[in-house]
Nanobody, 117 residues
């Protein structure tokens, strides 16, 4: 089991940037696909971005493509989400997740991102 702790959320104006971090412990993330998800108030959790074990392959939701960048540093056991050109509709709790195989098996508790107009 991997323990995941997100950080870097906060309040930012529309058009601004934030960088989220997901620090892992318990196991090395080098064996895990990693991802970011988010849940806005009164909405279901949705996929944001994923990155494969080596970091060579990434995938993004259409709503964030071109604005967000997922990356990983296996040596630091950390995954990042760089968020640029933020919009009010990006307001949500952002969760980090680890997948061993095809199942998202471990989740962090989330970090809140609020984008003001």
């Amino acid at each position: 089991q991997v323990q995941l702790v997100e950080s870097g959320g906060g309040l930012v104006q529309a058009g601004g940037s934030l960088r989220l971090s997901c620090a892992a412990s318990g196991r090395t993330i080098s064996r895990y696909g990693m991802g970011w998800f988010r849940q806005a108030p009164e909405k279901e959790r949705e996929f944001v971005a994923t990155i494969n074990l080596s970091g060579a392959n990434t995938n993004y939701a259409d709503s964030v493509k071109g604005r967000f960048t997922i990356s990983r540093d296996n040596a630091k056991n950390t995954v990042y989400l760089q968020m640029n050109s933020l919009k009010p509709e990006d307001t949500a709790v952002y969760y980090c997740a680890a997948a061993y195989g095809t199942k998202w098996s471990d989740w962090g508790k989330g970090t809140l991102v609020t984008v003001s107009t």
